[in-house]
């Protein structure tokens, strides 16, 4: 039995350069989402929540110099890290021989600056770590980057609680960062889930969601080192879910099967009954399958014992991979201010959808959930609670683990061999890496006798690179107009891992790993972890990039 | 309008990738989603919505009004014809 702190906060949103701003937001209701001003896109007519700085404005107060060039996502995140390095007393003198670990969850990465300079996408997610990095008054931090699109910053605070509750190391930074990019407006936009007015999460007229930036990092430590260098505790984390939906690309399932294990898991780790929780932040986006099927979630898991919900993604717009953390900092601030934050531009109930709370003060939070899911069916539930609690982890040591089985493909050709395991009709979206990661994944299962895998664990140096290419080639060319809606939901990170689960209909664990060279190191640690925690029993792993192509999977298995 | 048929089922095969199939195969009023048909579905939706805009400069506000259009590749003519700017 293991307990985890909260030792330190920080954020920057469209509501708020930092946690009192925000919370003078979250107070007033003043939404932070309105008309474009700082991204070169011609879409004045999706409204935005944009965070109130210039480039320029960044660099001056972070003290780089204006002729240097810096991603924004990048800059956004060292700009929340340093208030949550600050908030934590986090001096070189307290790190002294301290394992230090930095987890950043990011999709856009550099995106939008490549996107300057016309180079197509870039999707090398891990570049935005080397700045913010710069923060940490050590120099030998461990670092990982994982992109599993909107849930990103989620799943990096709970890895980050996995990693101190087995004893890899000793402080965690972990959340997310995401900058604006005209990349994934455009691409939001050929979904046609963009609503052209300010969001309206779980209204019977919601339309789809705005899209926001920004960037929050907590700081997390075994509960009893926290109290020996004096750290002032925040609240604790009690509990995690990650699963997967499992149904489509960027749709949700009816009965929201993944957002329902997600929470289950999260209550069953924290020995919490539904009458317990006492407000649960919504991933809430506004568009009309999201909510639908959260809604449905929520239901199945709480039935007549439903405590508080709402989302605030109408203040803040859906600020995709840092939304977890943006959020997690978000129930914090409404913890120790004693408020439930209202849902805002709701009116209408909504046949289909919660009834969502309005702004309610005086109230006490002691365990709170935060929902937060993604593109790839990858959803993910934290708990924060105001009390000590002890986590159910449940971890053997003793366990050991074996890779049984192995396939790789390097030649495009070996590719016309799919057919085996699918028609043409059902492989027609695929491009030539998702082909790769099919077949290696079907042999190596075949090879280990395993139909459907417990977990599915990606790592990926560039990610979907071609089909980002293609992307940017057709805004460059098109100024905007005609991206093709199955490139840009097969251009995230995560697009294999999801998709494999679909295909294999694997609800369980599922996250995808970018951190360049070392990625599949990163993947086959969370295996090996998985298992020991007992939450698998086999995982499919996989390493996939292009470039040339270069796939391979293999079966993780407990001996 | 056959013309208009067959130059439609050509982009939809080019658009959606479908390999193996030909404009023969694609009956004109059979239905282009779910059972029975094609077996398309949402993603394709949002791709032939893609496909009016860029060939034809039709502007579909929502993918709900795709729905109704996109029935089959003869109502989908249909409307092609009676709506196209270019």
């Known amino acids: ?91 070189s003198e307290a790190l002294k021989g301290k394992r230090v670990t930095l987890i950043s969850g990011t999709t856009v990465g550099g995106t939008e600056k490549s996107e300057q300079y016309s180079c197509g996408n870039n999707t090398k997610a891990i570049d935005h770590l080397t700045t913010i990095n710069s923060q940490i008054p050590i120099s030998d931090c461990q670092l990982s ?61 919601r339309q789809g969601l705005n899209l926001g930036e920004g960037a929050a990092y907590l700081v997390l430590e075994r509960t009893n080192e926290a109290r020996l260098r004096k750290a002032n505790i925040e609240a604790y984390i009690s509990g995690w879910g990650n699963r997967c939906d499992a149904f489509h690309q960027t749709a949700t399932s009816e009965n929201g099967e993944g957002a329902f294990l997600a929470m289950t898991d999260a209550m069953k780790m924290a020995n919490l009954n539904p009458e317990e929780i006492d407000y649960i932040n919504a991933h809430g986006t506004g568009t009309p399958d999201n909510d639908k099927a959260e809604s449905t979630a929520l239901h199945r898991v709480f039935a007549d014992a439903l405590p508080p919900v709402s989302s605030t993604k109408s203040l803040t717009g859906h600020t995709t991979s840092a939304s977890g953390s943006i959020e997690t900092v978000i129930c914090l601030i409404a913890m120790h201010n004693r408020f439930i934050p209202g849902n805002y531009g709701w ?37 924060i609670s105001d009390r000590e609690t002890h986590i159910n982890s449940n971890v053997n040591y003793q366990v050991s683990t074996v890779n049984c089985a192995e396939a790789t493909v390097s030649q495009e050709d070996e590719l016309k061999a799919l057919r085996e395991y699918m028609s043409p009709m059902e492989s027609r979206r695929m491009c030539q890496l998702m082909k790769a990661s099919f077949l290696t994944s079907m042999r190596a299962l075949e090879i280990a006798g395993i139909n459907k895998p417990d977990a599915i664990i990606i790592a990926t140096e560039h990610g979907m690179f071609e089909n980002g290419k293609k992307i940017s080639g057709t805004l460059n060319e098109q100024g905007e107009e005609g991206i093709s809606p199955t490139l840009f939901m097969q251009s995230t990170h995560n697009t294999l891992a999801g998709a494999l689960a679909i295909h294999l209909g694997c609800h369980g664990y599922n996250i995808t790993y970018s951190q360049g060279k070392e990625s599949f190191w990163w993947a086959i640690q969370d295996a090996q972890r998985l298992i020991r925690e007992g939450k698998a029993e086999n995982v499919l792993v996989g390493l996939h990039d292009e470039m040339p192509i270069y796939s391979k999977s293999v079966i993780v298995k407990k001996v | 309008m056959d013309e208009l048929i067959l130059e ?32 398309l579905d949402s993603i394709d939706a949002l791709e032939l919505i893609v496909l009016l805009e860029k060939r034809y400069g039709i502007r579909l506000a929502s993918a709900a009004e795709g729905k109704t259009i996109f029935t089959s590749v003869e109502n989908i003519a249909k409307y092609v014809s009676e709506n196209r700017k270019r």
């Open chain 1, 347 to 383: 009116k209408n109930k909504s046949p289909e959808c919660i009834t969502p709370s309005a702004f309610i003060p005086d109230t006490d939070l002691h365990h709170v959930i935060c929902n937060s899911f993604g593109f790839g069916g990858n959803d993910s539930s934290l708990i």
């Open chain 2, 8 to 39: 439609l089922k050509e982009e939809i095969i080019r658009v959606l990738n479908l390999e193996d199939i030909t404009p023969e195969d694609i009956d004109s009023t059979a239905p282009l989603f779910g059972a029975g048909g094609l077996g």
């Open chain 1, 1 to 91: 039995m293991s307990s985890i702190a909260i030792t330190g906060s920080g954020i920057i949103c469209a509501i708020g350069n930092d946690k009192k701003q925000v919370h003078d937001s979250l107070l007033t209701g003043k939404t932070g989402v309105g008309e474009l001003r700082y991204l070169p896109s011609r879409h004045k007519e999706l409204p935005v929540g944009e965070v109130k700085m210039t480039d320029a404005e960044l660099k001056k107060a972070l003290g780089i110099s204006p002729t240097e060039v810096y991603s924004r996502t990048a800059m956004l995140g060292a700009y929340a890290l340093r208030q949550t390095i600050a908030d934590a007393g986090l001096t």
């Open chain 1, 145 to 205: 980057t994982i992109s599993t699109a909107c849930s990103s910053a989620l799943n990096a605070i709970i890895l980050g609680t996995r990693m101190l509750l087995m004893d890899e190391t000793d402080i965690v930074l972990a959340g997310g960062t995401e900058a604006l990019s005209v990349f994934h407006l455009n691409g939001f936009n050929s979904l046609m889930i963009l609503d052209h007015q300010v969001c309206r999460p779980f209204d019977a007229t």
